[in-house]
């Protein structure tokens, strides 16, 4: 029996944003075989940035992992653009997260949790993914967290 993604996400009241056009010369996703390919995304939600700044400085855990779900769905709708319907999903792959913040700031993983436990919940056991979390000193248009993923589809 197929996954019904789309109602699961009705089900936990997950609205998912327009997918953002990139910012800078790229493509937001690329399939190649069976695999998606989907840039980085920041905190956009319907053309407006948010959480912006760096953790350990103005947000804290509890923000950036608020940033980090918000990249996490902006991650989603990119890939239902790429397969127009998110049951032929199979497997969310790796995500690797980068998150804006001090030099002493040690609470990377805790922070991409956000996209992490979203992709969970979305997809279920299909939703367990490989992973990196590392900082950086800044991200495009000064926003705290970037996420991008590699997905598995039929």
Known sequence: MARK?????????IELPRPPAPIA?????????????VAGQGT???GETLHLGH????????????????????LIAQLRA??????????????????ACT??????????NGASDLMVEV??????????????ASLPLDTAVEVEGVFEIA
Request: aromatic fraction near 10%; charge should be neutral.
């Open 5 to 13: 993604v789309e109602t699961r996400l009705a089900e936990l009241g």
């Open 25 to 37: 010369n790229y493509v937001p996703f690329v399939v190649a075989g069976n695999l998606v390919f």
């Open 44 to 46: 956009l939600w319907n």
């Open 55 to 74: 953790l350990g400085r103005n947000i804290d855990i509890d923000e950036g992992y608020r940033a980090a779900r918000l990249c996490g769905l902006n």
């Open 82 to 99: 790429a397969c127009g319907d998110l049951d032929r999903v199979r497997r969310v792959v790796k995500l690797l997260g980068f998150v």
């Open 103 to 112: 030099a002493d700031f040690t609470d990377h993983p805790k922070v991409v």
């Open 123 to 136: 997809f279920g056991d299909a939703g367990i993914h490989a992973r990196a979390a590392v900082g950086s």
